[in-house]
């Protein structure tokens, strides 16, 4: 049967360049459960200890749309993958962890999204049998929980907002500098609709 699975991530990292932005318009929402959780990179990374600061700026997040397709694939087969041709058309691209604002100059930490197959030190070589194994088998690389064994402490309370729909409400956020999450609701009961802009930069072609 068809999962849903709630998990923490930054929007698109797969993309050459990822949105720096999205707005949610909410239509309608369950009246038990489909929240959103929204949690601030910048925060999380400032508490973090300078030795785990240090170390995670040497790194960057292996991302490949091939590998997220894969992944959600395995627990909903009816989910499809990417072709041969549509994979060498969308090659996996290079993140870092933390990246600083471009605005700002505000280091978030950064990096992981569904497609994040691996995290590997800044420029290192990533093997094509690795990259076969990611993106055809959907197999995360036990690097990954740098990143995800992190998440206990990135999204605790004081770092963490959690928003309760209604009709009518619109929510804007960074994505250079937040990690967000879906909460769960019955989906044969309820419905929830929401309408998504997403925001690109001008180097973007916005």
Same mark, same amino acid.
């Given at each position: 049967?068809?999962?849903?699975?709630?998990?923490?991530?930054? &929007?698109?990292?797969?993309?050459?360049?990822?949105? @720096?932005?999205?707005?949610?318009?909410? /239509?309608?929402?369950?009246?038990? =459960?489909?929240?959103?959780?929204?949690? &601030?990179?910048?925060?999380?990374?400032?508490?973090?200890? &300078?030795?785990? /600061?240090?170390?995670?700026? =040497?790194?960057?997040?292996?991302?490949? $749309?091939?590998?997220?397709? #894969? #992944?959600?694939?395995?627990?909903?087969?009816?989910?499809?993958?990417?072709?041969?041709?549509?994979?060498?058309?969308?090659?996996?691209?290079? %993140?870092?962890? %933390?990246?600083?604002?471009?605005?700002?100059?505000?280091?978030?930490?950064?990096?992981?999204?569904?497609?994040?197959?691996? %995290? *590997?030190? @800044?420029?290192?070589? *990533?093997?094509?049998?690795?990259?076969?194994?990611?993106?055809?088998?959907? %197999?995360?690389?036990?690097? *990954?929980? @740098?990143?995800?064994?992190?998440?206990?402490?990135?999204?605790?309370?004081?770092?963490?907002? /959690? !928003?309760? !729909?209604?009709? =009518?409400?619109?929510?804007?956020?960074?994505?250079?500098?937040?990690?967000?999450? =879906?909460?769960?609701?019955?989906?044969?009961?309820?419905?929830?609709?929401? !309408?998504?802009?997403? $925001? $690109?930069?001008?180097?973007?072609?916005?």
């Amino acid at each position: 049967p068809e999962t849903r699975r709630p998990v923490w991530h930054t &929007d698109s990292l797969f993309r050459e360049n990822p949105p @720096i932005g999205s707005v949610f318009h909410c /239509k309608q929402a369950p009246s038990i =459960g489909a929240e959103t959780l929204f949690a &601030d990179m910048r925060a999380a990374y400032t508490d973090l200890d &300078d030795q785990t /600061k240090s170390d995670l700026r =040497g790194l960057e997040a292996v991302c490949s $749309l091939a590998h997220h397709d #894969k #992944k959600i694939n395995s627990y909903s087969p009816d989910y499809p993958i990417l072709s041969p041709e549509q994979r060498a058309l969308n090659p996996a691209r290079r %993140v870092p962890v %933390v990246l600083p604002h471009p605005d700002t100059g505000v280091p978030a930490l950064y990096g992981l999204n569904s497609s994040t197959c691996a %995290v *590997v030190p @800044i420029g290192a070589d *990533v093997s094509d049998e690795d990259m076969d194994r990611y993106d055809l088998e959907g %197999v995360e690389d036990e690097s *990954v929980q @740098i990143l995800r064994g992190l998440l206990p402490t990135v999204t605790g309370p004081e770092y963490t907002v /959690k !928003w309760s !729909w209604q009709p =009518g409400d619109i929510v804007v956020w960074d994505n250079r500098c937040t990690m967000h999450s =879906g909460t769960g609701f019955d989906f044969t009961q309820y419905t929830r609709e929401m !309408w998504r802009l997403t $925001l $690109l930069s001008a180097a973007a072609g916005a």
